[in-house]
């Protein structure tokens, strides 16, 4: 090892190294020796210094290897690939460390197809023949490149050189068989050579988890264990990693205390996978105790606390992480910042979504693929879907996550066309549609009411082997509905082979409801609750189509049932941002400190509306939202005292964004059309289902949600 502060002296005092007039008790450090130096602090300056200094004493000549190998090394791990590879071309006689050197280069560098050529042109001219080293750096090549069919000659070759019992050699095959999934030859590789250590297992183990084999991941745990193998940090890393694909607590906490019992240094990596797992595994808390349990923070460990936060929903806490971090001063990377704006998306916290666009912006992390489909995300999801384009626009770098990202954003907001234009755009561009693209699809079709195009997309995706999930069948069944075509919906939701959910028979009786096909809405929303007695949204529904066929026994009944078991439906929330500041409000909110001018903003504008046909509602509060039966209850849901104070509060061109925790109600919508109207404002309302733009008097969802 070498030792740090001679390091650091050489390197700082390297140019005067030479001078003739140095002390004679100090002999000038041995040139190869400062060339490796230079290597590993990759200062390539210095090196070249060297180098001059070996040109001038006439010891670069084509038979000097040693001297020759040492520069190539040192030009390789300086990324300067051109100059290795030329005084490599240059050498008369190259030995292994010459062939190796550069081929460690070029693996280093990601050029994996130029280490296979060297191996060829070694196997097939050269007078060397590869050793265990050089075959170790070609499969690394073999792995990062998954080029199996190389990596499988390369097998041929160990196994005729009788290579393949090295271990060195066999980590490699395994690690390149793992990742490059053939689990067949890593079984067959294992089972040919006894003894297996604690490598080989952390070479397996990340190469299938990489791809997602989870099954294959345990059987190579249970083999391990049986095998009495020690663990290492790395070890740990990948079997918290398998906990967490497999959102196996009970097996995450019994390698946690495996890990408390064993000698093993809980580093950041491991607590990270730690608190990942516990994330994963939906035990925020334990994940937070791991956090709290730590010496020292990085921004690894902040990002993985945030992220568990996050995908437990505690959206709030996940940003409340954030502002701890910066304010302990860690730097905020791009996965920092996806995982911040994804939960700021939860919350629709358009305005911290704007100042977190703005820091990417000025940390230079905005261009980064995974923070872009984050804004795309944080954009739909608070609203503005223009801003989302924006953002999706001028991104240069796109995967399918941000083709995605746009057209589900688009569907979401009811905008079909724009939805199935940007899926066109993602075909030209020759990027592979997957199983949530074709989610917005779908649903993009289904608020333009594209039956048959919806049909032949089922269809397109089968051909492209993805197999449709309750998503999508849902989807289709939407479409149907919509369509007013309740039978075909009917009868293919009962001839697919698929476990329907509550949220399929919902739209379906939403459906009937809103196509007034009481008799079969009612037949099916029974059969339903007897499937699930305990469904609010179901009895709601139940509720308000009875209430809308005027059948009030029918509505007492279901109301009495609700009473008897003991159902409540969640209270109608909605909320606003203004300033930074949310403001949330029930129905008949009066906790408010504006409240009463806030009523009487409300009660002004239903009185400007009035001239243009807005009747109250109150034959029944329809669907699984507010159950009060006076207009005077109608007229403060909370959307509507939401939308009151956001006129109140915002200037004059602004457009309002609202929240609402439930399903907008038929009174409220049409209202709030008619406010957009008469106030001359763009107002967006987000409800459980969808976003619905209003604007002059209509709204994006065409009174079909
Ligand atoms: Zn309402
Ligand atoms: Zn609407």
């Known amino acids: 090892m070498l030792n740090p502060r001679k390091t650091h002296a050489s390197l700082r005092y390297g140019p005067y190294l030479f001078k003739h007039n140095q002390s004679p008790s100090a002999p000038p450090p041995h040139p190869i020796k400062l060339l490796k130096l230079s290597a590993d602090t990759k200062n390539l300056k210095f090196g070249k210094l060297i180098h001059a200094y070996l ?24 990324n300067e690939l051109f100059t290795a590879r030329k005084l490599f071309d240059g050498m008369r006689q190259r030995n292994l460390v010459s062939w190796s050197a550069l081929m460690t280069g070029y ?36 792995s990062h490149s998954r080029r199996v069919e ?8 160990i196994l005729k050189s009788g290579l393949v019992f090295h271990q060195y050699v066999r980590n490699a ?51 391990m264990v049986s095998d009495r193998v020690k663990w290492d940090t790395v070890t740990y890393v990948n079997v918290f990693g398998l906990c967490a694909c497999l959102k196996d607590l009970r097996l995450g906490l019994q390698v946690h205390g495996k890990m408390l019992m064993s000698d093993v240094e809980c580093d950041a990596y491991v607590s990270s996978a730690m608190i990942n797992m516990y994330g994963k595994c939906r035990e925020a808390l334990n994940a937070r105790r791991v956090f709290d349990g730590l010496r020292s923070q990085n921004v690894v460990l902040w990002t993985a606390i945030i992220a568990a936060y996050f995908q ?42 704007h100042l977190l666009h703005a820091c990417t912006e000025k940390s230079g992390f905005k261009d980064y693929v995974t923070v872009g489909n984050a804004l795309i995300n944080m954009y739909a999801k608070s609203g503005n879907i223009q801003a989302a384009n924006k953002v999706f626009s001028d991104m240069t770098l796109r995967d399918t996550i941000t083709w995605n990202a746009m057209i589900c954003g688009y569907s979401h907001h009811g905008l079909g066309k724009e939805a199935l234009n940007v899926f066109q755009e993602m075909l030209v561009a020759e990027e592979y549609p997957n199983y949530v693209t074709f989610i917005g699809v779908l649903s993009a079709c289904c608020h333009l009411g594209l039956v048959q195009e919806g049909f032949c997309y089922l269809n397109q995706m089968k051909e492209s082997n993805i197999v449709p999930g309750l998503e999508h069948y849902t989807c289709i069944v939407g479409l149907l509905s919509k369509a007013g075509r309740l039978d075909d919906a009917q009868n293919f939701m009962r001839s697919m082979p698929v476990k329907w959910d509550v949220v399929a028979w919902r739209t379906l009786i939403n459906a009937c409801h809103i196509h007034r096909n009481y008799g079969l809405g009612k037949r099916i929303a029974e059969w339903v609750l007897e499937m699930d007695p305990n469904d609010v949204g179901t009895y ?130 049409l209202a709030v059309k008619l406010i957009s109207k008469v106030a001359n404002r763009m107002i967006i309302v987000r409800d459980t289902n969808r976003f619905h733009h209003f604007q002059e008097g209509y709204c994006s969802c065409a009174d079909y949600w």
Not at 634 to 657: C, F
Request: charged share 25%; net charge neutral.
């Open 55 to 78: 040109i001038i004493t006439n010891r670069t000549t084509k038979n000097n290897a040693l001297e020759t190998n040492s520069l190539i090394n040192f030009y390789a791990k300086c």
């Open 107 to 142: 693996l280093h560098n990601g050029f994996s197809f130029e280490v296979i050529r060297l191996l060829k042109d070694m196997v097939s001219g050269d007078a060397v023949s590869p050793n265990e080293y050089i075959f170790a750096i070609a499969l690394a090549s073999c």
């Open 150 to 157: 190389e990596g499988q000659q390369c097998h041929c070759y």
């Open 173 to 223: 095959l395994l690690h390149m068989y793992s990742k490059c999934f053939s689990f067949q030859e890593v079984m067959w590789i294992w089972n040919l050579v006894p003894g297996n250590d604690v490598f080989a297992y952390n070479s397996v183990l990340s190469g299938v988890l990489e791809n997602g084999y989870l099954k294959e991941g345990f059987e190579v745990l249970r083999r």
């Open 312 to 353: 437990n929903g505690c959206f709030e806490e996940a940003l409340n992480f954030f502002s701890k971090m910066k304010l302990d001063g860690a730097r905020p990377n791009e996965f920092t910042f996806a995982v911040t704006l994804n939960a700021t998306a939860g919350l629709s916290a358009i305005r911290l979504g």
């Open 540 to 669: 709601m529904l139940l509720s308000n189509m009875y209430a809308k066929a005027k059948r009030w026994d029918g509505v007492v009944k279901i109301r009495k049932l609700m009473r008897d078991k003991n159902l409540k439906k969640e209270p109608g929330v909605s909320w606003i941002e203004i300033r930074n500041v949310a403001h949330v409000f029930v129905s008949e909110d009066t906790k408010h400190p504006e409240h009463n001018e806030i009523y009487e903003k409300v009660k002004e504008l239903l009185t400007m509306i009035k001239p243009l046909g807005y009747v109250p509602d109150t034959g029944a509060v329809l669907h699984d939202v507010e159950d009060e039966q006076k207009d005077h209850y109608l007229s403060y849901h909370s959307e509507k005292l939401a939308i009151a104070y956001g006129l109140m509060k915002t200037p004059s061109k602004a457009p309002i964004i609202v929240i609402k925790n439930l399903r907008m109600c038929d009174d409220c919508h």
